[in-house]
């Protein structure tokens, strides 16, 4: 006997068990996909010229959006498929960490163009790579403060604080003692500052009794 469930379960399968892509559309899915792809790697390649460039990392951005395409195009063809797939990359762990956060913004931009394209709406995806590249160019010109830096001082003289100090105080309007380690005859010094006179502080530090060394550092924000 029939029921009402094997009838839903039969008329849900069949109404979802077949796209109507045609070889015309999958081409033109993934045509729009590779050249957006090529856009994708040169923009990555010209927004990180000033920083660490991972040409590796790059190179998967182009492929991720190609292989998203093809994923949203299969899914689309039968309702089975789509739930598989879903299962098959539940099971996936990725652990590689994101360092910048500007990789993270081109990870999604590779995966939402793959999906998109996919979805047979290109034009959404081309908009949205040239809102992006006008964002990423307009934000980048906008100036900023001069960021911190750490100053490190090593020295045999475990009596330097105060006139440490006060060099600091004249060559910073804002600076904080991070870390200070004394032990008998040694006394280091971790201090975070903001000053656009590093070359003359790092003399008038290096010119207090007992310095055995004294350096500057970029500080990025994260934690020592």
């Known amino acids: 006997m029939t029921t009402f469930s094997d009838i839903f379960k039969k008329s849900f399968i069949k109404g979802f068990g077949a796209g109507d892509l045609d070889i015309y559309t999958i081409l033109l899915a993934f045509l729009a996909t590779c050249l957006l792809s090529v856009f994708i790697f040169f923009a990555y390649r010209i927004a990180t010229q000033k920083k660490f460039y991972s040409k590796s990392f790059n190179i998967s951005l182009a492929l991720l959006s190609i292989i998203t395409t093809s994923v949203i195009l299969t899914v689309q063809s039968s309702v089975v498929i789509s739930l598989g797939m879903v299962g098959a990359l539940s099971i996936v762990r990725f652990r590689t960490a994101i360092k910048d956060p500007m990789d993270l ?3 999604f931009w590779s995966i939402g163009t793959g999906i998109t394209c996919g979805a047979g709406r290109a034009d959404i995806a081309v908009i949205t790579s040239v809102v992006i590249v006008l964002g990423i160019a307009l934000f980048d010109k906008i100036p900023t403060k001069k960021g911190s ?4 001082v090593n020295s045999s003289n475990t009596d330097i604080e105060d006139e440490l100090v006060s060099i600091v105080g004249i060559c910073c309007k804002h600076y904080k003692i991070k870390s200070r380690n004394i032990t008998s005859g040694q006394a280091d010094y971790i201090i975070e500052l903001r000053t656009d006179n590093e070359g003359s502080l790092l003399k008038d530090v290096n010119k207090i009794e007992g310095i ?6 970029s500080h990025d924000g994260s934690a020592f």
């Not at 830096?149 to 490190?152: K, S």
């Open 212 to 217: 055995t060394s004294v350096s500057l550092i």
């Open 149 to 152: 830096v750490i100053l490190v």
């Open 105 to 107: 913004v081109f990870l």
